[in-house]
């Protein structure tokens, strides 16, 4: 693909290249959602074809057809459960230029290259989710001169992005400089104090924030997390009627991933992921336990018994 990114003016060849940016990215979303948990894909699958997406099938002649999510829906699921923190209004067009290739027949090169630039940019980070490694990147770019190519191309949206990041700062502490100088000397540490211990406005039903020391300011900020609940689990000892009985209530493990930071002080707001790792905000985290919901308990029971039928229907058949 890069060595045909600039073919000249053949509309054949650039409807060709919209194509395959679109349908590399969304297969290589949809291998990382495989990666994940196959119930990430489709609303109905083949085991055998989600299989083959995740490396552990046996690739056959005539697969059964697989119903999966658009491409636009999995780069939602892949940005929230891989936690890519990107914008998805920066990267429609990776789709937008496929799609227009396939419906209606028109390819632009200028299109095509803004694209590319998206679609290199979502495949490093996905990568880099992966852990994927250097060798495997030049194999799937095509060959060292080919990952030289995009290389660059990463190399300096990072440039791009530590300068908006030194921007945001820059302002944020001009704007504290401002607080500073409007307050009294002699109470201004205790308003300053207040203003950092105001937390940020979060959705409590599926966020949580905590503390983390302002990168423009210094002062206190806050870091909202992104809440993910495992399936119920309870405790069980051995000493019941049938060799086990459950201890104590049904709870959930919970993991955070930092969606963004906020300083009530210096107002400083960092949203992208870029951002959030040069303030060193700590990106997953490990969560308090919580009590099992009732739903969320009869959710898991019910999808253990749909699993065990499914298991009992496989064997029937001879899976």
């Known amino acids: 693909m890069v060595a045909e990114l600039f073919p000249g003016d053949d509309a054949w060849n650039a409807q060709r290249i919209a194509i395959s940016i679109g349908t590399a990215v969304e297969l290589l979303l949809k291998h990382a959602l495989a990666r994940q948990s196959f119930h990430l894909l489709p609303d109905r699958y083949a085991v055998e074809t989600a299989l083959t997406l995740d490396d552990k099938g046996t690739l056959e002649n005539d697969l059964p057809q697989l119903t ?84 660059a191309i990463v190399d300096q949206a990072v440039i791009e992005a530590r300068t908006r990041y030194e921007r945001l700062l820059r302002r944020a502490r001009e704007d504290y400089q401002r607080l500073a100088h409007g307050l009294l000397s ?45 399936h119920p689990m309870v405790e069980y000892s051995d000493d019941g009627e049938y060799g086990y009985r459950p201890v104590g209530d049904a709870y959930v493990e919970r993991d955070g991933f930092a969606d963004r930071f906020e300083c009530g002080v210096c107002r400083l707001k960092l949203a992208c992921r870029e951002d959030l790792v040069e303030a060193a905000v700590p990106l997953e985290v490990a969560l308090e336990t919580d009590d099992a919901t009732e739903a969320e308990i009869d959710d898991y029971e019910e999808a253990l018994v749909d699993l065990h039928i499914q298991s009992m229907v496989d064997e029937r058949r001879g899976k």
């Open 186 to 230: 002699a109470g201004r540490a205790d308003v300053i104090k207040q203003f950092a211990a105001v937390p940020p406005t979060i959705n409590t039903a599926a966020e949580e924030a905590s503390t983390h020391q302002c990168p423009a300011c210094q002062n206190m900020g806050w870091v909202v997390y992104k809440v993910r609940r495992s």
């Open 68 to 151: 999966t999510v658009t491409g636009l829906v999995a780069f939602d699921r892949a940005n929230a459960q891989c936690g890519l923190k990107l914008n998805k209004n920066d990267f429609e067009r990776i789709f937008q230029v496929r799609n227009a290739a396939i419906h209606l027949g028109v390819a632009s090169r200028t299109a095509n290259e803004a694209a590319f630039g998206k679609m290199v940019l979502l495949t490093d980070k996905v990568f880099t989710h992966l852990g994927t490694e250097p060798s495997e990147r030049v194999r799937y770019w095509g060959g060292e001169d080919a990952e030289k190519f995009v290389r």
